[in-house]
C-alpha cells in the first residue's frame, strides 16, 4: 500500500490531497483553516464516480446524419463513444464550417461558469482564448453573481468594482460600528466560496468578534439563518423583494424627522432634491413613509421608525447582499441602498457607510490585492460580438432582435454552434424549460466537462476533461493572499486530458497551435503565471520567492496591508478625489440614466413592483414566493453526488423548506414528497418544515441536477432544480441581468412518484470498442 500526499485547492477551500494506491481517498482541510467547509469531504466521492466522462462521445444521430440532426432529440437520445483523434475531427472540421459559412459571431462561446479553481486550467478562460485565436466568438458579459450592480453602480459611485469586492474591511469594522443592518443577511453558507481558492475562512470569526465587540446585528430577509444564530441576530422577515420599500420607509422616516446629514448630501451627492421630491411624494402624491412601506413589506410601521432612529443614533454599516440584485428591478435597492447611506452621511467613515456582497464569498472583507495574482490571458479579443450574460435563452429565440442594455440598442448573433466548458447553463439559467427549447436550435454544441452534467447531456459532442486533482495548476484568489501549488494527485481517470490538451489539439488542426500555446508546456505555462505575477508584486514592494521555490514549499504567503474604509478620500475631499460619474459625486439622480427614459429604471432609486412577488395579481394563483438561493451543501451543481448534498436530500431530492403554516395549509408533512410547480414547469422535492422561513415564502436552493421524466418536452423534473420554475427576464433595459428571486410558486402534495431520481447515472452510452488508442498517449502530455 503507497500512500502520498500533495498540495491542492478548490473554490471551497485549500486541502491536502491525499492518495492511496492511486485513490484520492482524502482532502484535508488546509492547516490554517479555523473554519474549512465541509464541503471537501465530497471531492473523493466526485473524481472517482461513475459520473465521469469515460472517453469522447457523440449523439447518435449527430454522428450518423451530421449537424442539426435531430435536435429535438437532444438529452433523450443515445451517445456513441469515438477515438480522440476521430472527436478532435470532427470538433475542428464543425468549427471551421461555421466559422466559414457564417462568420465567427455565429459561434456562442461565452461559456459562462465558475469552471475549478486552478487559474491556469480555468476552462472558461482557456476555451475563450481558443476561440479568440480562430477568429472570434460571442461572448457574453458580466456574471449570473451581480451583472446588475456591473450594470448600474458606475452611474451611481463611477466604480463596478465596488459591488465585486471593494468593501469596507474588517479591520475597519472592528471597535467602530455599533449597528450593521444586513439587506439579504451575512451567510457563512455562501461564505464557503471564494473563486481561486482560499486557505482561511475568516467569516465566522470576524463576526464573532464583532459581537463581542458590541456590532448589533440586524437580519433583513425572508430567512431567518442568513445570518447564523451565535451572533444573536435580529431578524426583520420581511416579503421578499420589498427591500426597496423598506429602504424607502427608512429614507421617510429620516427625512420627516430631521435626522439626515444635509452637509454630506451637499458636499458628496447630485440630485438629492429630484429624489426627496419623490420620497415625501411631491412629485407622485403618494408619500413612501413608513406605514406604506410597512403594507408593501408586511412589517410594522413603528418598527420601521424605530429602526430609522436607531439607524440614524448609531454607527451604521449597511451590507446589501449580491441576491437583491438577482432580482427584477435589482438595480433599484442597490441604488437605494448608497440612497439611504448618503443620508445618513457616514459613508467613508469607519464602521459606517456600505458595502455589497459581505458574506457572499469567503474572503469578503479581506481588503484586495491591488496587483493581479496568476490568471490567463483569454485575449486580444477578436470581434466584438457579445449579449449580456443571462440573455442567453433570448438570445437563441430571437436572431436579429432589438434589444436594449445600459443605453444601447443591439441586435442578437444568429447562433449555429455553441461551445460550453467550464459552465452549467442546465444549472445556472432561468426557466429550463425554455432555455432547452432554445437549445434545440443551433445545429452544433460541443461541451468539455469531466462529468455528465445535465448541460453534457445536451450537447452533440462531449470531450471528457480532467479535473484539478490530474493536473498541474496555481490556486489564487486576490482575498486570500496565499497562492497554493496545486499539484497533480492521481492519473486521468478514464480518457480524460485536460482541456489545454484539447485546445492544443484542435488549434494545431486550425493552424494556430504556437498561437494558443505559445510554445509551453503546462510547467512553462505555471512558471510564466507566477513570474507575471511576482513582477507586479515587486512594483508593490513585495517580494514574493521565485518559482521553484513556491512549488518546493507548496504555497506562498503574499503579505500586504489593505485595511481600507470605502471612499474615505472621497468623503474627506470630494474636489481632490471625485468619482467617476458625470458630476464626480454620488448620484442619487442620475441624468444618465434619466436620459435613457427607461421606466424599468428611472433617474433614481424608485420601488417598482416585480411582475411576481406576493403583491402581484399572480399570487391569487401562485401565493408563494420562492427564493432560490445558492445551496448549503454544493457549489451550484458541483458535488451534488457527493456525500454531503446526497446526505442533505429528503425523500431522494432536492429539500425544500417551508413554513409550517403554509404546510399545514396544504396537508403537508415533514419529509414529504411534494410538487413545486408554476406556469413554467414542475419538480418534486422533500418538504421540510421551518419557521426559519417567513410564511409565504419557500427556499428550494439551486443546483439539483435537472431530471426531467422525458428530457424531449417540458415535463416533471423528478429531482427538484429551482430554475426548472424561475422566470428568465432581464432586471431591466438597464442591467439586463437575471432575475431569478422574482418568482412565484404553489406547493402540493406530490399525486405521483414518477420514480427515483435518474441523472445521477450515466446516460445511455455505446461504449467503443476496446481497442487501445495509442493516438493519445502523446498528445496528452503535450
Ligand atoms: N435560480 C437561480 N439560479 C442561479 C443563481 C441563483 O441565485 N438562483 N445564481 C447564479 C450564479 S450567481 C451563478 S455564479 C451561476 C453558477 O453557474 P455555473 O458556474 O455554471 O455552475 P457550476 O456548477 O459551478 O458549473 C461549473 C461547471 O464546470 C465544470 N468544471 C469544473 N472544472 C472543470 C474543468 O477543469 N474543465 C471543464 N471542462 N469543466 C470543468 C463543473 O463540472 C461544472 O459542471 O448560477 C446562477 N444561477
Ligand atoms: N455553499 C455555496 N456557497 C456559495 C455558492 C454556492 O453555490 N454554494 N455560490 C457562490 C456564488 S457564485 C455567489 S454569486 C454567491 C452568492 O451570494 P448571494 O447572492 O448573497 O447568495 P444567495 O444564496 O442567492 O442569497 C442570499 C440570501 O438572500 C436572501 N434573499 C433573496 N431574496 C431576497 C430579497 O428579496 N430580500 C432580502 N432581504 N433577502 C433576499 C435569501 O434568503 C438568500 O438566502 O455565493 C457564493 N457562495
Ligand atoms: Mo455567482
Redesign the pocket.
Known amino acids: 500500500m503507497s500512500t502520498s500526499s500533495v498540495p491542492h485547492s478548490s473554490h471551497w477551500g485549500a486541502f491536502t490531497a491525499v492518495v492511496q494506491d492511486g485513490k484520492l481517498i482524502e482532502a484535508r482541510p488546509h492547516a490554517s483553516d479555523t473554519d474549512p467547509s465541509p464541503l471537501l469531504t465530497s471531492i473523493p466521492d466526485i473524481v472517482d464516480s461513475p459520473l465521469r466522462v469515460n472517453a469522447p462521445s457523440v449523439r447518435r444521430s449527430w454522428l450518423e446524419h451530421g449537424p442539426g440532426a435531430r435536435t429535438d432529440l437532444r438529452g433523450a437520445e443515445e451517445f456513441v463513444e469515438v477515438s480522440w483523434e476521430q472527436a478532435l475531427d470532427l470538433v475542428a472540421g464543425e468549427l471551421d464550417r461555421v466559422r466559414t459559412q457564417h462568420g465567427n459571431d455565429a459561434i456562442f462561446g461565452g461559456s459562462?461558469?465558475?469552471?475549478?479553481a486552478g487559474r491556469f486550467?480555468h476552462?472558461k478562460t482557456q476555451v475563450n482564448r481558443f476561440l479568440n485565436r480562430i477568429g472570434g466568438f460571442t461572448d457574453q458579459k458580466h456574471?449570473?453573481?451581480f451583472a446588475t450592480g456591473l450594470a448600474v453602480l458606475p452611474h451611481i459611485v463611477g466604480d463596478p468594482a465596488m459591488v465585486a469586492g471593494e468593501v469596507t474591511t474588517w479591520s475597519k469594522l472592528k471597535g467602530t460600528c455599533t449597528l450593521w443592518v444586513a439587506f439579504g443577511g451575512l451567510p457563512l453558507r455562501t461564505a464557503q466560496a471564494e473563486a481561486g481558492g482560499i486557505t482561511r475562512h475568516v467569516g465566522r470569526d470576524n463576526l464573532a468578534e464583532l459581537s463581542r465587540t458590541g456590532t448589533h446585528f440586524v437580519n433583513v430577509s425572508p430567512l431567518r439563518d442568513d445570518v447564523h444564530e451565535e451572533i444573536d441576530p435580529e431578524w426583520v422577515a420581511l416579503r421578499a423583494n420589498t427591500d426597496t420599500a423598506l429602504m424607502l420607509g427608512l429614507a421617510h422616516t429620516l427625512e420627516r424627522d430631521g435626522l439626515v446629514d444635509r452637509d454630506f448630501l451637499s458636499r458628496c451627492t447630485h440630485g438629492y432634491e429630484t429624489f426627496r421630491q419623490y420620497l415625501m411624494g411631491e412629485s407622485d402624491g403618494a408619500p413612501k413613509t413608513a406605514a406604506w412601506a410597512a403594507q408593501i413589506c408586511d412589517l410594522d410601521a413603528d418598527f420601521i421608525v424605530e429602526l430609522a432612529h436607531r439607524m440614524a443614533g448609531n454607527r451604521t454599516f449597511i451590507t446589501t447582499t449580491?441576491?437583491l440584485q438577482?432580482a427584477e428591478y435589482g438595480e433599484q435597492p442597490y441604488w437605494m441602498t448608497v440612497t439611504l447611506a448618503a443620508m445618513l452621511g457616514q459613508i467613508g467613515l469607519d464602521g459606517g457607510g456600505f458595502s455589497f456582497g459581505y458574506g457572499n464569498s469567503a474572503g469578503m472583507g479581506s481588503s484586495k490585492l491591488p496587483f493581479g495574482t496568476p490568471v490567463l490571458a483569454s485575449g486580444p479579443k477578436q470581434g466584438n460580438s457579445w449579449i449580456p450574460v443571462a440573455r442567453h435563452t433570448e438570445m437563441l429565440e430571437n436572431p436579429g432582435g432589438e434589444y436594449e442594455f445600459d443605453g444601447e440598442t443591439r441586435t442578437y448573433p444568429d447562433i449555429r454552434l455553441i461551445y460550453w466548458?467550464?459552465?452549467?447553463?442546465f444549472?445556472?439559467?432561468?426557466d429550463l424549460n425554455r432555455l432547452a427549447a432554445a437549445w434545440r436550435r443551433p445545429e452544433t454544441i460541443v461541451v468539455?466537462?469531466?462529468?455528465w452534467?445535465p448541460?453534457a447531456r445536451r450537447a452533440d459532442i462531449v470531450l471528457p476533461?480532467?479535473?484539478?486533482l490530474e493536473r498541474n495548476d496555481v490556486g489564487a484568489s486576490s482575498r486570500d493572499r496565499v497562492l497554493v501549488a496545486m499539484k497533480r494527485a492521481i492519473e486521468p481517470v478514464g480518457q480524460a486530458r485536460d482541456?489545454f490538451v484539447i485546445f492544443s489539439a484542435l488549434a494545431e488542426r486550425l493552424g494556430v497551435k504556437q498561437e494558443y500555446t505559445e510554445g509551453r508546456t503546462e510547467m512553462e505555462w505555471l512558471q510564466f503565471l507566477y513570474d507575471t505575477s511576482r513582477a507586479k508584486a515587486l512594483a508593490y514592494g513585495v517580494d514574493m520567492p521565485d518559482f521553484e521555490t513556491f512549488w518546493e514549499q507548496g504555497e506562498v504567503a503574499i503579505e500586504h496591508d489593505g485595511e481600507r474604509t470605502l471612499l474615505a478620500g472621497f468623503r474627506q475631499d470630494p474636489s481632490a478625489n471625485p468619482l467617476r460619474t458625470p458630476t464626480g459625486l454620488i448620484e442619487i439622480t442620475s441624468d444618465v440614466v434619466a436620459g435613457f427614459g427607461y421606466d424599468d429604471c428611472p433617474g433614481h432609486p424608485v420601488w417598482l413592483a416585480p411582475r411576481e412577488w406576493a403583491g402581484s395579481p399572480l399570487a391569487q394563483t401562485y401565493p408563494l414566493h420562492m427564493i432560490?438561493?445558492?445551496p448549503r451543501h454544493r457549489?451550484?451543481?458541483?458535488l451534488d453526488m457527493g456525500r454531503v448534498s446526497r446526505r442533505a436530500k429528503v425523500a431522494g431530492r432536492e429539500p425544500v423548506r417551508l413554513n409550517p403554516q403554509d404546510a399545514a395549509a396544504r396537508g403537508i408533512n415533514d419529509g414529504d414528497l411534494v410538487e413545486v410547480f408554476n406556469d413554467r414547469g414542475a419538480v418534486l422535492a422533500g418538504a421540510v418544515l421551518s419557521d426559519a422561513v417567513r410564511t409565504g415564502v419557500i427556499q428550494l436552493s439551486?443546483?439539483a441536477w435537472h431530471d426531467p421524466v422525458d428530457p424531449a418536452r417540458p415535463s416533471l423534473d423528478r429531482h427538484g432544480n429551482?430554475?426548472v420554475l424561475?422566470r428568465d427576464v432581464g432586471t431591466s433595459r438597464l442591467g439586463q441581468g437575471?432575475s431569478?428571486?422574482s418568482t412565484l410558486v404553489d406547493v402540493r402534495k406530490a399525486s405521483t412518484d414518477p420514480g427515483a431520481v435518474a441523472v445521477h447515472q450515466p446516460p445511455r452510452i455505446v461504449p467503443k470498442p476496446v481497442v487501445p488508442d495509442h493516438q493519445h498517449s502523446p498528445e496528452n502530455s503535450a
Open positions: 459562462y461558469g465558475w469552471s475549478s486550467h476552462a456574471n449570473y453573481s449580491w441576491s438577482r466548458a467550464g459552465g452549467n447553463p444549472h445556472h439559467h432561468q468539455h466537462e469531466p462529468w452534467t448541460t476533461a480532467t479535473t484539478t482541456d432560490s438561493n445558492q457549489l451550484h451543481g458541483q439551486t443546483g429551482a430554475n424561475t437575471p431569478a428571486h
